[in-house]
């Protein structure tokens, strides 16, 4: 990804920090002494939107076990959210993020004009799948999760025949009341899809939508916990999260759209200002290996590895029909659906 934007040294920006003469000085950098370095610091803030608070509590304590000296403070929220508060600390000039973990990819080219991220190569970035190779700025942030935003069914209520099949099919009046959704303005990969919506049904889709005052939430995970209490019965939904609460016996469907699911990707990034950075790198190391790839799988989260294979039941991505946003278009359509939607589902 080419960016206009002037290179300036991370270490400057760090140079009052006790332990910036510990950063290491390049991505070959002895992971001994990185470590060490990191213990010192004993601990990471982590601002993460890409899965549920359980989950990320998880992955916190598993590099703690990998760690140990090291805890994770998880600071978890929807997409937007995130991002908010991170620009809110930056303008305060009180930074307490370490690393940022984004549901919208668009987030971290403005970070990264702002010079707001550090410039570090993690050894495991070498390992990143050929799928998400290009989603990411070398040197700066990388993917580190995926998921499909699709159609989620409570199966108790819908009968598979009955079921919406495409993304048009939720306007139908039958689905009046009965449906569920996230908001762009709190969830990154609502944001994402809705700039897809609108790029290929026009604002006309929501509209529509609209006249069937359908449940609206703040997380992309929302419509999951309405279906689940059986609240609504169709909806929009992460496929890592809505196979997750299905392997727990929930009567949550998912539906494939003919049209086409729209990949999210979570892209990570240590934070310039960092107070602990040593631990931070460590911590952008890990979310790239086969480990936090275990964990990923586990939860039914695509992480960017392709050495750790996904747990039986969804398809493999080759055999999707793939909607993809580019970086540019988000950055240019996220603050404009957020708008309409505000002003269309008031």
């Given at each position: 990804?080419?960016?206009?934007?002037?290179?300036?040294?991370?270490?400057?920006?760090?140079?009052?920090l006790g332990?910036?003469?510990?950063?290491?000085?390049?991505?070959s950098?002895?992971?001994?002494?990185?470590?060490?370095?990191?213990?010192?610091?004993?601990s990471?803030?982590?601002?993460?939107?890409?899965?549920?608070?359980?989950?990320?509590?998880?992955?916190?304590?598993?590099f703690?076990?990998?760690?140990?000296?090291?805890?994770v403070?998880v600071?978890?929220?929807?997409?937007?959210?995130?991002?908010?508060?991170?620009?809110?600390?930056?303008?305060?000039?009180?930074?307490?993020c370490d690393?940022?973990?984004?549901t919208?990819i668009?987030?971290?080219?403005?970070?990264?004009k702002?010079n707001?991220l550090?410039?570090y190569t993690?050894?495991?970035?070498?390992?990143?799948s050929p799928?998400?190779?290009g989603?990411?700025?070398?040197?700066?942030?990388y993917?580190t999760?995926?998921?499909l935003?699709?159609?989620?069914v409570?199966?108790t209520?819908?009968k598979p025949?009955?079921?919406?099949?495409n993304w048009?099919?939720l306007?139908?009046p039958?689905?009046?009341?009965?449906?569920?959704?996230?908001?762009?303005?709190?969830s990154?990969?609502?944001?994402?899809w809705?700039?897809?919506?609108?790029?290929?049904?026009?604002?006309?889709?929501?509209?529509?939508l609209?006249?069937?005052?359908?449940?609206?939430g703040?997380?992309?995970n929302?419509?999951i916990?309405?279906?689940?209490?059986?609240?609504?019965?169709?909806?929009?939904?992460?496929?890592s999260?809505?196979?997750?609460?299905a392997?727990?016996?929930?009567?949550?469907?998912?539906?494939?759209?003919?049209d086409?699911?729209?990949l999210?990707?979570g892209?990570?990034?240590?934070?310039?200002?960092?107070?602990?950075?040593?631990a931070?790198?460590l911590?952008?190391?890990?979310l790239l290996?086969t480990?936090?790839?275990?964990?990923?799988?586990?939860?039914?989260?695509?992480?960017?590895r392709?050495?750790?294979?996904?747990?039986p039941?969804a398809?493999?991505?080759?055999?999707?029909k793939?909607l993809?946003?580019?970086?540019?278009?988000l950055?240019?359509?996220?603050?404009d659906?957020?708008?309409?939607?505000?002003e269309?589902?008031s």
């Amino acid at each position: 990804m080419s960016m206009d934007v002037t290179r300036r040294s991370v270490a400057t920006g760090l140079a009052a920090l006790g332990s910036a003469a510990l950063l290491p000085r390049s991505a070959s950098a002895d992971t001994a002494e990185l470590e060490a370095a990191a213990r010192k610091e004993g601990s990471i803030t982590w601002y993460i939107a890409q899965v549920d608070s359980e989950t990320a509590e998880k992955m916190g304590r598993a590099f703690t076990a990998r760690y140990p000296g090291v805890k994770v403070s998880v600071i978890r929220t929807t997409g937007q959210v995130a991002f908010e508060r991170l620009n809110q600390d930056l303008k305060n000039n009180a930074p307490q993020c370490d690393v940022f973990s984004a549901t919208d990819i668009g987030h971290m080219p403005a970070l990264r004009k702002r010079n707001a991220l550090a410039n570090y190569t993690p050894e495991n970035a070498a390992f990143i799948s050929p799928a998400f190779k290009g989603l990411g700025e070398d040197g700066y942030f990388y993917p580190t999760t995926s998921t499909l935003m699709l159609i989620i069914v409570n199966t108790t209520k819908v009968k598979p025949e009955e079921a919406p099949r495409n993304w048009t099919d939720l306007l139908d009046p039958k689905w009046k009341g009965r449906a569920a959704f996230g908001h762009p303005g709190f969830s990154g990969y609502v944001g994402v899809w809705t700039v897809q919506m609108r790029k290929m049904y026009g604002w006309d889709f929501f509209e529509k939508l609209a006249r069937n005052n359908p449940r609206i939430g703040r997380s992309g995970n929302d419509p999951i916990s309405l279906l689940n209490a059986g609240e609504c019965v169709v909806g929009l939904g992460p496929l890592s999260t809505s196979l997750m609460v299905a392997d727990r016996g929930n009567p949550i469907g998912i539906v494939y759209p003919t049209d086409g699911s729209v990949l999210c990707v979570g892209p990570s990034a240590v934070m310039a200002s960092a107070p602990h950075p040593n631990a931070a790198r460590l911590f952008m190391n890990w979310l790239l290996s086969t480990e936090f790839a275990a964990i990923c799988a586990e939860h039914r989260i695509d992480a960017s590895r392709a050495d750790v294979p996904p747990k039986p039941g969804a398809k493999p991505l080759s055999e999707v029909k793939l909607l993809s946003v580019s970086t540019d278009e988000l950055i240019k359509s996220v603050p404009d659906v957020i708008e309409q939607w505000r002003e269309t589902f008031s």
